[in-house]
């Protein structure tokens, strides 16, 4: 019932700037943290970014500084600002939701399908 849908991926040269969203909808509770994690083309997914729902964030070291993760919860939605981009940031990129009731009280998690985000040289 509930659904993870991300936008905003494509094809963008090194340097450039794209913006993630991803909307969630459904039957869900209450969202805890929000997150985006990638998976590059012949490595493991890895974590990306994640913003707990009072808006605490966390970045992985690769990407500090030039990507910012933000959510509205009264949207339901999460976002992630990819600014100068480098071909190393190639990967699908996917949004996760957990689902929770507090801060300890754990019901579920949910991912997207993925969005394809391509950097050039």
């Known amino acids: 019932q509930v659904q993870l849908v991300e936008s905003g991926g494509g094809l963008v040269q090194a340097g450039g700037s794209l913006r993630l969203s991803c909307v969630v909808s459904g039957n869900i509770y209450s969202i805890g943290a929000m997150g985006w994690y990638r998976h590059p083309p012949g490595k493991p997914r890895e974590l990306v970014a994640d913003i707990l729902s009072g808006g605490k964030t966390n970045y992985a070291d690769s990407v500090k500084g030039r990507f910012t993760v933000s959510r509205d919860n009264a949207k339901n939605t999460v976002y992630l600002q990819m600014n100068n981009m480098q071909p190393a940031d190639t990967a699908i990129y996917y949004c996760?939701?957990?689902?929770?009731?507090?801060?300890?009280?754990?019901?579920?998690?949910?991912w997207g399908q993925g969005t394809q985000v391509t950097v050039s040289s």
């Open positions: 996760n939701a957990q689902e929770v009731v507090s801060t300890t009280g754990w019901l579920g998690e949910y």
